[in-house]
Nanobody, 122 residues
């Protein structure tokens, strides 16, 4: 059974940091690209960052320079280090397994966790 469990969210003041973790099971983790998405009510779920099986990283313009994605294949875990947080980063964050090809990340249908809430507020 494929399962993703995200944790590490919470409430933080602007300028603060959080580190999200996502533990995957039921997949060959090292063979998959992994992505972090975020969603706010009324808007589409947006790709924030992804990391390929080879460790290639890519970020959306809104988080570039502030967020860092990494992975530990031995622990089947992908991380998202978030620094210099702003209220615009408030969202539910989800991890996902996907495929990488032609310079793009393609999320696998149904390969989602339950999400973890990040709130940035003073």
């Amino acid at each position: 059974q494929v399962q993703f469990v995200e944790f590490g969210g919470g409430t933080v003041q602007p300028g603060g940091s959080l580190r999200l973790s996502c533990v995957a099971s039921g997949i060959v983790f090292s063979h998959n690209a992994m992505g972090w998405y975020r969603e706010v009510p009324g808007k589409e779920r947006d790709l924030v960052a992804y990391i390929t099986s080879d460790g290639l990283q890519n970020y959306s313009d809104s988080v570039k320079g502030r967020f860092t994605i990494s992975r530990d294949n031995a622990k089947n875990t992908v991380y998202l280090q978030m620094n210099t947080l702003t209220p615009e980063d408030t969202a539910v964050y989800y991890c996902n397994a996907g495929d990488y090809g032609d310079g793009d990340y393609y999320p696998k249908a149904g390969y989602w966790g339950q999400g973890t809430q990040v709130t940035v507020s003073s």
